[in-house]
């Protein structure tokens, strides 16, 4: 590699707003995060998806079509 091209790659800590701590490679220095995969909804299973339906189940709800 040349000399001067390249960003320092160093060893970081990403620390995020739950209190989980990661050590990773970056070339930042102590990344701070609002959510990692410890608390994300769709990563512990909590995330809620409310499907109502479509406009074609809408239209057979409203008219009472089975």
Avoid at 6 to 34: F, M, R
Avoid at 52 to 59: L, N, Q, V
């Amino acid at each position: 590699m040349k000399d001067g091209l390249h960003p320092a790659y160093n060893q970081t800590t990403i620390t995020c707003a739950c209190g989980n701590v990661l050590e990773v490679g970056s070339t930042k220095k102590d990344l701070k995060v609002d959510v990692c995969s410890k608390c994300h909804p769709y990563w512990t299973g909590n995330l809620r998806l409310d499907t109502k339906g479509g406009r074609a189940d809408r239209f057979k709800k409203k008219y009472g079509i089975q």
